[in-house]
């Protein structure tokens, strides 16, 4: 997302959603699922999925203050797990889960979103995208048994 102007996290087409209601998306689901994770079933009431669809974040500040407690929410919830509650029994919108289930049908639902937002952010940057990994074609440049690292003062690579 550093990589793209604030109008690009608002592109969509009538079928696909924009960056910015991914990111609005995953942070309801995430809120939900994430508070008193152990405890209350995983659609909390006060979740407006619906409104989640709805592009209406006004600023690059806003859409990083979501994307940064959704996944906050989610860490606060990994955080509470211990081995002797993994195969627990949640609920989520009713059905029941062990805790390792239902963190796995998390971790894809989240990944999958993720790989849209880069997805986009790459074909709208097209020649000028920056790669998050690896460059296409220069795999020979990394030494074998070691992997490109970024270093957070390296802004834009590998960051969101």
């Known amino acids: 997302m550093a990589q793209l102007d604030d109008a690009e996290l608002r592109v969509a ?3 696909d959603n924009s960056i910015v209601v991914i990111v609005k998306h995953l942070h309801g689901n995430m809120r939900s699922r994430g508070r008193d994770f152990l405890t209350t079933d995983g ?3 006060d ?12 600023d690059r500040e806003a859409l990083t203050a979501l994307w940064e407690e959704g996944w906050q929410t989610l860490f606060e919830a990994i955080d509470t797990i211990v081995e002797t509650n993994l195969l ?3 609920t ?6 062990s805790v390792l289930e239902a963190i796995l049908r998390q971790l894809t639902h989240y990944s ?7 997805y986009i952010a790459k074909s709208l940057k097209g020649a000028a995208w920056q790669s998050l990994s690896i460059p296409k074609g220069q ?8 992997s490109q690292r970024y270093t957070p003062d390296e802004p834009n690579k590998g960051r969101y």
């Open 112 to 118: 999958n979103h993720v790989g849209q937002i880069v």
């Open 139 to 146: 795999s020979q440049s990394i030494p074998k048994g070691q």
């Open 92 to 97: 989520v919108r009713g059905q029941p889960r």
């Open 88 to 90: 627990a029994t949640v």
């Open 13 to 15: 087409t009538a079928e």
């Open 43 to 45: 659609e909390k009431p």
């Open 47 to 58: 979740r407006q999925r619906d409104a989640e669809f709805i592009g209406d974040i006004s």
